[in-house]
């Protein structure tokens, strides 16, 4: 079971928050109450460099950190913040076509977790499942927004899709234990 939260607090900043708890063996009911769900990922900013040039200090725009709170199997969540993670490393614009909309990181974000997804889904035949709670200040409007990013699974087929939250309440939640 695990329970994210993200809140907005008054003055306009987001928090996360998770339990802690590992189920290891649902049926056996095994678990462990010391995981981390919930995850601060740096992001760097950068102009391109083209191909054999040397990176330097004048190719940086700058840093940021955005939060991360999963939901779901404890392997593919793992995964998915490694995935994040390494997408948010260095974060390449191009001046005159890229925005640093927050949702256009999203969209950033989104396509290897929807890769991750289709590739566990086609290894495994376990019903699993992993949601999550992307968060961080728009460097284009100076918010600070959040995202939920879930996998969704019919009989026939599996997509991933994302949405903001956040908008018309202060508080989400998600995970199983907000049933």
Same mark, same amino acid.
């Given at each position: 079971?695990? =329970?994210?939260? &993200? ?8 928090? =996360?928050? $998770? ?14 109450? %010391?995981?981390?769900?919930?995850? %601060? ?5 950068? #102009?391109?460099?083209? @191909?054999?040039? +040397? +990176? ?16 779901? $199997? ?5 995964? @998915?913040?490694?995935? @994040?993670? +390494?997408?948010?490393?260095?974060? &390449? ?22 890769? =991750? ?14 949601? #999550? ?12 927004? &959040? ?9 026939? %087929?599996?997509?991933? $899709?994302?949405?903001?939250?956040? @908008?018309?309440?202060?508080? +989400? ?7």
């Amino acid at each position: 079971m695990t =329970l994210c939260i &993200a809140r907005r607090l008054r003055n306009g900043k987001i928090e =996360l928050a $998770s339990d802690s708890r590992i189920l290891m063996n649902r049926e056996k009911g095994k678990y462990f109450d %010391s995981g981390i769900k919930v995850f %601060s990922l740096p992001a760097t900013i950068r #102009f391109p460099v083209p @191909v054999g040039e +040397e +990176e330097n200090e004048e190719k940086y725009i700058g840093t940021t950190t955005f939060g991360l709170a999963v939901s779901g $199997s404890t392997l593919h969540s793992y995964l @998915v913040k490694e995935s @994040v993670g +390494e997408t948010l490393r260095n974060l &390449a614009i191009v001046p005159g076509h890229t925005s640093l909309n927050l949702e256009n990181i999203c969209d950033l974000i989104h396509e290897p977790f929807d890769r =991750l997804a289709a590739d566990i889904d086609q290894a495994t035949e376990d019903r699993w499942y992993t949601h #999550f709670l992307f968060t961080g200040r728009c460097l284009e409007t100076r918010q600070y927004r &959040a995202f939920l990013f879930e996998l969704g699974r019919s009989q026939y %087929s599996m997509g991933t $899709s994302f949405r903001e939250v956040l @908008v018309d309440n202060d508080i +989400e939640f998600i995970g199983s234990g907000c049933i």
